[in-house]
């Protein structure tokens, strides 16, 4: 009876030897797990300093694009500037037209009164001589005068041209921030907010209207070129988006859904143009 009741207490030492071997093997095993989590972690750490330092690379293309928008804002106003110097300078123009318009009219006058003036004596002769020599003296200053007419309208037709040129630098400008502000969006997982300021409008430019050639000296108008075959293609630029491309063909942005409608097999969505892309401009 006494043997049967030692028999577990023998036994005690048996099962705390087990015990502790277990013990140590799970404590080696969390030393192995927590070594697994502190190599994560480091490479972890490593892509997050690599994102961090991307982060910082587009920032500064960020800031470069706005020094860029900046200096074209000061470019139109310097293009509004010469603008309403032009404006002033035609306004100035139709000022001396007046005044020639005038003296031809007295000259008309004084001309009327040399033709009486003859009929009654001799001396008119000298006066219509003077009226004539008055008469050459004011055809050669409408005559320059128009000469620096026709030079200030295309002053202001080459000014007005700058103009649109730098605003549309300006809205290509604006197009290359937002795809930017789109990659960085893309890179770092946060939800892209389109700005809040409105782009300016595209503006087509025009070639300043030439002077008519004299008729002596004009040319035969050369023979019309021959239409090319076929349509037109684009091939897909890096940084190129639908609205600059239609802007570029269509001078509206608005446009870019026709380029989506002759490209529907190769671009089912907008968000799947990629550069090198041949389309098809209709």
Do not use: C
């Not at 093997?25 to 892509?47: M, Y």
């Not at 005044?99 to 001396?123: C, F, G, N, S, W």
């Amino acid at each position: 009876m006494k043997l049967r009741l030692l028999l577990p207490l023998l036994a005690l030492p048996a099962f705390a030897v087990t015990g502790l071997a277990q013990n140590t093997e799970s404590a080696v095993q969390l030393r192995r797990d927590f070594t697994t989590v502190q190599q994560q972690r480091d490479a972890l750490s490593e892509q997050v300093a690599q994102l961090q330092q991307q982060l910082e690379t587009l920032q500064a293309e960020r800031e470069a694009v706005k020094a860029e928008q900046a200096a074209m804002h000061e470019k139109v106003a310097a293009a509004d500037t010469r603008a309403v110097e032009a404006t002033e300078a035609l306004r100035a123009q139709k000022e001396a037209e007046m005044t020639v318009d005038m003296t031809v009219r007295a000259y008309a006058i004084k001309e009327q009164e040399a033709l009486d003036a003859a009929k009654a004596a001799a001396i008119a002769a000298d006066k219509q001589a003077a009226a004539e020599r008055e008469r050459e003296s004011a055809v050669a200053e409408a005559l320059r005068l128009t000469a620096e007419r026709d030079a200030a309208k295309q002053s202001e037709a080459a000014a007005l041209a700058d103009k649109a040129a730098m605003q549309n630098e300006l809205y290509a400008a604006q197009i290359r921030i937002e795809n930017l502000a789109r990659a960085l969006a893309a890179r770092s997982s946060v939800p892209y907010i389109p700005p809040a300021a409105l782009r300016p409008t595209p503006v087509a430019t025009e070639e300043p209207v030439a002077t008519a050639p004299a008729a002596d000296t004009a040319q035969p108008p050369a023979a019309a070129s021959a239409a090319p075959a076929g349509p037109r293609t684009h091939t897909v630029a890096e940084g190129e988006s639908l609205s600059l491309i239609a802007y570029k063909y269509y001078q509206s942005p608005n446009k870019w859904d026709r380029i989506v409608a002759a490209n529907r097999t190769k671009l089912r969505n907008p968000d799947m143009l990629r550069p090198g892309m041949v389309l098809i401009i209709p």
